[in-house]
Protein backbone atom coordinates (compact mmCIF):
# COMPACT_ATOMS: atom_id res chain seq x y z
CA UNK A 1 0.00 0.00 0.00
CA UNK A 2 1.68 3.67 -1.07
CA UNK A 3 1.71 6.24 1.30
CA UNK A 4 1.90 9.90 0.44
CA UNK A 5 3.15 12.69 1.77
CA UNK A 6 2.31 16.12 0.25
CA UNK A 7 5.03 19.72 1.01
CA UNK A 8 5.08 23.26 -0.73
CA UNK A 9 1.94 24.64 0.24
CA UNK A 10 2.02 28.18 2.02
CA UNK A 11 0.76 31.19 1.38
CA UNK A 12 1.25 33.49 -1.61
CA UNK A 13 0.53 36.22 -3.40
CA UNK A 14 -2.34 36.98 -6.08
CA UNK A 15 -0.33 35.94 -9.62
CA UNK A 16 2.63 34.21 -7.72
CA UNK A 17 3.39 30.62 -7.80
CA UNK A 18 3.76 27.74 -6.17
CA UNK A 19 5.33 24.24 -6.69
CA UNK A 20 3.82 21.64 -4.52
CA UNK A 21 5.41 17.88 -4.27
CA UNK A 22 4.04 14.40 -3.04
CA UNK A 23 6.33 11.88 -2.05
CA UNK A 24 5.23 8.32 -2.38
CA UNK A 25 6.60 5.33 -0.31
CA UNK A 26 5.50 1.59 0.18
CA UNK A 27 4.36 0.73 -3.47
CA UNK A 28 5.85 0.91 -6.49
CA UNK A 29 5.20 4.21 -7.62
CA UNK A 30 5.53 3.68 -11.54
CA UNK A 31 2.18 1.33 -11.52
CA UNK A 32 0.28 4.29 -9.91
CA UNK A 33 -1.92 7.02 -11.76
CA UNK A 34 -1.27 9.76 -9.74
CA UNK A 35 -3.40 13.06 -9.36
CA UNK A 36 -4.13 16.41 -7.49
CA UNK A 37 -7.38 17.68 -5.71
CA UNK A 38 -8.02 20.66 -3.72
CA UNK A 39 -10.76 21.26 -1.35
CA UNK A 40 -11.55 24.73 -0.53
CA UNK A 41 -13.63 25.87 2.33
CA UNK A 42 -17.24 24.79 2.63
CA UNK A 43 -16.73 23.07 -0.93
CA UNK A 44 -16.20 19.82 -2.29
CA UNK A 45 -12.78 18.10 -3.28
CA UNK A 46 -12.54 19.64 -7.00
CA UNK A 47 -9.74 17.50 -9.40
CA UNK A 48 -6.97 20.00 -10.28
CA UNK A 49 -4.50 17.78 -12.19
CA UNK A 50 -3.49 14.02 -13.32
CA UNK A 51 -0.82 12.35 -14.98
CA UNK A 52 -0.77 8.15 -15.87
CA UNK A 53 2.08 5.91 -14.60
CA UNK A 54 4.52 6.79 -17.36
CA UNK A 55 4.03 10.44 -17.29
CA UNK A 56 2.84 10.20 -20.94
CA UNK A 57 -0.68 11.72 -20.51
CA UNK A 58 -2.06 14.33 -18.39
CA UNK A 59 -5.29 16.04 -17.62
CA UNK A 60 -6.80 19.29 -16.80
CA UNK A 61 -9.98 21.13 -16.10
CA UNK A 62 -10.86 23.88 -17.52
CA UNK A 63 -9.63 26.00 -13.91
CA UNK A 64 -6.56 24.98 -14.01
CA UNK A 65 -5.85 24.06 -17.77
CA UNK A 66 -2.46 26.33 -18.67
CA UNK A 67 -1.95 27.35 -15.37
CA UNK A 68 -1.19 24.66 -13.92
CA UNK A 69 1.25 21.59 -14.86
CA UNK A 70 2.12 18.28 -13.53
CA UNK A 71 4.96 15.96 -13.89
CA UNK A 72 6.74 12.91 -12.28
CA UNK A 73 9.69 11.71 -11.20
CA UNK A 74 9.05 7.43 -11.02
CA UNK A 75 13.46 7.50 -9.84
CA UNK A 76 12.26 9.85 -6.86
CA UNK A 77 8.86 8.42 -6.37
CA UNK A 78 7.47 11.72 -6.51
CA UNK A 79 4.64 13.63 -8.44
CA UNK A 80 4.80 17.35 -8.81
CA UNK A 81 2.39 20.05 -9.24
CA UNK A 82 3.95 23.36 -10.59
CA UNK A 83 0.95 26.62 -10.25
CA UNK A 84 1.86 29.63 -11.85
CA UNK A 85 -0.78 33.17 -12.25
CA UNK A 86 -2.36 31.99 -8.97
CA UNK A 87 -5.74 33.43 -7.50
CA UNK A 88 -7.55 33.61 -4.72
CA UNK A 89 -9.89 30.98 -6.37
CA UNK A 90 -7.17 28.55 -5.66
CA UNK A 91 -7.04 29.03 -1.98
CA UNK A 92 -7.53 25.09 -0.64
CA UNK A 93 -5.61 22.20 0.60
CA UNK A 94 -4.44 20.42 -1.87
CA UNK A 95 -3.71 16.62 -1.85
CA UNK A 96 -2.22 14.27 -4.13
CA UNK A 97 -4.06 10.72 -4.70
CA UNK A 98 -2.85 7.68 -6.67
CA UNK A 99 -4.73 4.56 -8.21
CA UNK A 100 -3.69 1.47 -8.88
CA UNK A 101 -3.47 1.04 -13.05
CA UNK A 102 -2.43 -1.27 -15.34
CA UNK A 103 -3.58 0.81 -18.58
CA UNK A 104 -1.01 2.93 -20.64
CA UNK A 105 -1.92 6.48 -20.46
CA UNK A 106 -4.52 6.01 -18.83
CA UNK A 107 -5.77 9.33 -16.27
CA UNK A 108 -7.99 9.33 -13.27
CA UNK A 109 -10.26 11.98 -12.82
CA UNK A 110 -12.77 11.55 -10.17
CA UNK A 111 -12.26 11.58 -6.47
CA UNK A 112 -13.67 8.16 -6.37
CA UNK A 113 -11.14 6.89 -8.78
CA UNK A 114 -8.73 7.05 -6.36
CA UNK A 115 -8.29 4.58 -3.08
CA UNK A 116 -5.05 6.30 -1.81
CA UNK A 117 -4.48 9.86 -0.36
CA UNK A 118 -2.15 12.26 1.44
CA UNK A 119 -3.01 14.38 4.27
CA UNK A 120 -3.04 17.34 1.97
CA UNK A 121 -1.11 20.72 1.84
CA UNK A 122 -2.56 23.97 2.75
CA UNK A 123 -2.14 26.91 -0.27
CA UNK A 124 -3.61 30.53 0.48
CA UNK A 125 -3.23 33.05 -2.18
CA UNK A 126 -3.93 36.59 -1.24
CA UNK A 127 -5.64 38.95 -2.88
Known amino acids: QVQLVESGGGLVQAGGSLRLSCAAS????????MGWFRRAHGKEREFVAG????????HFPDSTKGRFAISRDNAENTVYLQMIYLTPEDTGVYYC????????????????????WGQGTQVTVSS
Open 97 to 116: AAVPKSVPGFVALRTDDYPY
Open 26 to 33: GGTFSSYA
Open 51 to 58: ISQSGMST
